[in-house]
């Protein structure tokens, strides 16, 4: 038995690093589950945009359109919205209750964000993770596919699920990450990874035109000013890419790159037609998709109601064993 959980920060448009990072995984695990809920973490998006609350609902939809038109198929899957199945919150609260603060000021995401954001942490973003471990456990999730990042946050999860375990002679599942074989995409300055805050992505629903401009302006190898000096692909994002998106040019090109055979203009220029060929279907069922109009709602209406039955069984179970009383039940 193969249980699925997954989810995605609503914080902004998802771009071309996550979905060879997390959507190709989550599509590949997707194909040998019996049982797989898709959900958008917008109660996680508060940990940081909590002053920006209508960005994070505009990113919600946009969210479930990728998911669909990546072919994450809500016939099969429960798509749905966090703050829709209010039992994650529950279940939560009591995952903290056992959990000391002190090996959740030790997840690395906890500190980085902090740095990021410049402003005091605050009580939800150091209970990040216990949240997380819920979204999983509430599914009795075993299987997650998550970029390389959330590695951390899955460990944490099976430590709360250990001592839960442990403290009321429960059985949730230890849940393994599903990880995507590409490595997280670098950003188009060449320095830092793809992030949206970077403005160094290219998102999902940019147009080919759009992306095309956004691979010109790509910084490629520094060392490499006039077309006849080699270039070095291992340090340029370009080669990156290929490799991601066009394996099967990407020693060819590395090779011409090495001999200063090709110039980073005509490399760039030949990448972005390569990688508008890769989102072609995508975008087209994105916009097909985006076309219908009340189509996303019923998407998350529908999965809210199908999240919250298996989740109320869980909260049900948990409240039975550790004695909460229901009264009027
Ligand atoms: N923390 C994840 C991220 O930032 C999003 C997320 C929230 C998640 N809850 C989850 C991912 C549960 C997997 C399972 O990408």
Same mark, same amino acid.
């Given at each position: ?57 505009? $990113? ?57 954001? !410049? ?64 490595? +997280?995409? @670098?950003?188009?300055? !060449? ?22 401009? +956004? ?34 040019? @990407? ?8 001999? $200063? $055979? ?27 998709? $985006? ?15 199908? @999240?919250?039955?298996? @989740? ?18």
């Amino acid at each position: 038995m193969t249980r699925i959980l997954t989810g995605d920060r609503p914080t902004g448009p998802l771009h071309i690093g996550h979905y060879v990072g997390k959507i190709v995984p989550t599509l590949a695990a997707l194909e040998h589950a019996d049982e797989a809920y898709v959900m958008v973490a917008d109660y996680h998006a508060f940990t940081t945009h909590y002053l920006e609350p209508l960005s994070v609902r505009d $990113a919600v939809e946009e969210m479930v359109i990728d998911y669909l038109a990546a072919g994450i198929d809500p016939e099969k899957h429960v798509v749905f919205v966090q703050s829709q199945v209010p039992e994650h919150l529950e279940l939560a609260y009591l995952l903290g209750a056992l959990t000391p603060v002190s090996h959740l000021e030790r997840v690395p995401t906890y500190k980085e964000k902090i740095q990021e954001t !410049g402003r005091p942490p605050t009580f939800a973003l150091l209970g990040y993770p216990v949240l997380m471990a819920s979204d999983i456990m509430v599914y009795r999730g075993d299987t997650v596919p998550v970029g390389d990042d959330q590695v951390p946050h899955l460990e944490f999860t099976r430590e709360v699920v250990r001592r839960f375990n442990q403290a009321y002679g429960f059985d949730f599942p230890e849940p393994q990450p599903y990880l995507s074989h590409v490595p +997280r995409l @670098a950003g188009l300055d !060449g320095e830092h990874k793809m992030s949206k805050s970077l403005h160094n992505q290219i998102d999902l629903r940019m147009s080919a035109e759009e992306t095309e401009a +956004r691979v010109t302006q790509m910084v490629t190898d520094p060392q490499r000013v006039r077309k006849s000096d080699p270039g070095r692909p291992e340090v340029c994002p370009a080669h990156q890419y290929y490799e991601a998106f066009v394996p099967e040019e @990407a020693e060819d090109i590395a090779t011409q790159c090495r001999g $200063a $055979a090709v110039g980073c203009v005509a490399c760039k220029s030949r990448l972005a037609g390569r990688i508008n060929d890769y989102f072609r279907e995508h975008r087209a069922r994105r916009a097909e998709i $985006a076309s219908r109009s009340g189509y996303v709602k019923q998407v998350l209406h529908e999965g809210g109601i199908a @999240a919250r039955k298996t @989740a109320r069984r869980t909260l049900d179970e948990v409240h039975a064993k550790l004695g909460i009383s229901r009264l009027g039940h």
